[in-house]
């Protein structure tokens, strides 16, 4: 039995970047990974850009210690935004212009139109405006071919947007990594079957897909085997196929946990069988050929808080991430834990902000196969072996889910 | 000018609840919002289950002060997962179980297989048990028709998970508010075209776009309107057909800025223009019969930060969920802000966990134009009006982007 940590190490190490690039619309390229540095291509903003509507003018004319305000200044023109002006502002002129415009030549300030009251071919400037007021420089924010967001990065409305700002109709993205799922277990009914004596509907296929789909992979549900090696080795050998492959039960040590000698008996070279964490006890790692294999315990508890604390770090590895974090909070607990200290305890939680303060309780009763207490969590977060107790008002790093 | 909570609290007092609810498969029902509470078909457990391999015995016969250890007992039957054993246990007798076994009549406890050595058709127990141990309880987690999950949440994995647990194939969700998106300006291009002077791409009907998707509603692009009284008015009366209208750009208090002129003429009713909050000060929020409309400053991050802060939770409450927050958290600032009291400000930062503690800097200068401060963002904070410093150290929440 090794430790979390030391899983994660071994996971880690064993997981390669996704071969192949794909190349997206920038618009469908939401929530993929870039595989691509962004830069600019001009400078931003392209041209001194007004910040406000009002009138471009010289800082001069409207110097608080020498101008008499209101101050009177001739209008010599227009100013909107994508219709620029041609023309030059002199002294004790100005031009007329709208959020957005480019600020004329001769002019280094643009005085607010709630400063301002126009009367025909004038305008009266009534206080005091400092060079460089009302307007956004051009380069100001970037230079041209800077770099702005580095691959690796998940693309964000914002980067969607940028994409658009720079004219790049197209973005490369890292494939998905395609995620097979085979459930295990005699016991294991269809959705729509009725339940009989000691059968239950498989909910671990569906879970997993829906997760691996918010970790950004591609599922592919490879249904339930029986707890027979025959149909077994068939199954599994079709998940060779694809980058992961996920097995749900038949990782324990009953005798109908035929994963582990099947997978041997298929040449998979298995990394660790057993970690010291509650729940997910009998998580397996292996490989065959490129695939990673992960073998998930059965509990449907186990399935989904395994697969958050060692599957998806894999599959963003995978795919490209720079990051691996989910979003982590630091909360308050709002409750006293009794733990038994045997191994690390991964516990779900509930989070709440409460005057500024973030707290976080536990979901419901922690029992590993009680999947109420997934379904009322909106966090994990973890204590550490050895710990028999942590008392309310302790803080924890939280880890929300999706 | 009102303020921030004022201006959330009009919002939210007229979004209703959108109308028409969907009968969705529950693994496609993924991300959408239950328009039905969840209720238990079965007891869960649906019968006194094993979570452990190992051998179903009495308690009484392997109590800690009276049986000699390791005790031996006969072994009667196999109770594997998906197919109990009918028979019933007797005092010095055992059957051998399997994880998600049905515990056999007579037997009150469950002795790990690891406690166990085999011979045959006997078992030695090398240790006490206590009753109930390695047994879930029939009804344990929940009884039959128990509120599980209420209407109004996300559907999440768990969620999904449990649906095919329970036997529900379909789910009631609630349908996506349809989003009308149009931007104004004439100084916008479409993303292939090249730059000329004073002209730049239109990007926020993109981000706008993948930020409706990300809120669960149903974005439509209504394209760019030039900034001309009979455009507008083509583009806005198409956007009434929809629950929602957001126009970005023209409505400042330039020449150009037609919108609110062209809502009035259209018989929409405006209930404000202008929030004392920066970015996104020009804001406007009307309706027009039953379509909620929302005019957003032109500048790039204006319009992201109007939508995360007044538009998101208006499309949340109207697709029925519960709970309009981000995920949030309490993060330590890790460098001294100097701000314009003038305003409540909503800065845009990035996150940092350092041992066990989450800090946040902001992600750039974080002037109103500046998208890259949004692009290298993960969070927004606010900082209230007639806050001109807060120095580092200080505690803010922050509320997690995308």
């Known amino acids: 039995m090794i430790s979390i940590n030391l899983a994660k ?21 939401q929530g993929r990974v870039l595989a691509q540095d962004i830069r600019t291509t001009t400078d931003l903003p392209a041209f001194n850009r007004a910040t406000v509507d009002g009138f471009a003018v010289k800082s001069v004319d409207l110097k608080a210690q020498s101008a008499k305000f209101p101050k009177l200044l ?87 947007g940028l994409c658009a700002t720079l004219g790049l109709p197209f973005v490369k993205v890292f494939g998905r990594p395609k995620t097979a799922i085979l459930v295990t277990g005699n016991e294991l009914l269809n959705v729509t079957q009725k339940l009989s004596s000691g059968k239950i509907r498989s909910s ?118 720079r990051d691996f974090l989910t979003k982590t909070a630091t909360a308050i607990l709002a409750e006293e834990i009794k733990l038994n200290p045997a191994r690390t305890k991964i516990l779900r939680g509930k989070t709440l902000l409460r005057e500024g303060e973030l707290f976080v309780k536990l979901s419901e009763h922690q029992g590993s196969g009680n999947i109420i207490s997934v379904v009322k969590a909106d966090c994990l977060f973890k204590v550490p072996e050895g710990v028999r107790k942590v008392v309310k008002g302790r803080k924890v790093v939280v880890e929300y889910l999706s």
């Open 9 to 29: 190490q071994i996971i880690f190490q064993k997981t390669r970047l996704i071969k192949g690039v794909e190349r997206e619309g920038f618009l469908q390229a």
């Open 204 to 321: 671990n296929q569906y879970s997993l897909f829906t997760q691996v789909k918010e970790s950004g992979g591609a599922p592919i549900l490879l249904g339930i085997a029986r707890d027979d090696r025959r149909a077994l080795i068939t199954k599994i050998k079709s998940g060779f196929e694809c980058d992961i492959l996920l097995i749900s039960g038949g990782v324990s040590v009953g005798d109908c946990d035929l994963v582990p000698s099947v997978l041997r008996t298929l040449g998979a070279k298995i990394f660790f069988h057993k970690v010291a964490v509650q729940p997910g006890k009998p998580l397996l790692f292996a490989k065959k050929n490129k695939t990673l294999i992960f073998g998930l315990p059965g509990n449907p508890v186990s399935t989904m808080v395994s697969f958050h604390e060692f599957v998806r770090p894999c599959i963003l590895k995978m795919s490209g991430r």
């Open 74 to 160: 001739k209008i010599i023109g227009v100013a909107e935004a994508g219709c620029p002006s041609k023309k030059i502002i002199g002294k004790g002129q100005a031009i007329k212009i709208m959020t957005g415009g480019v600020v004329p030549k001769g002019a280094d300030c643009v005085a607010m139109k709630e400063y301002c009251r126009q009367k025909g071919n004038e305008v009266f400037v009534g206080q005091a405006v400092r060079k460089g007021e009302g307007i956004a420089f051009k380069g100001e924010d970037a230079h041209k071919n800077s770099l702005i967001i580095e691959k690796g990065n998940l693309v964000t409305p914002a980067i969607v």
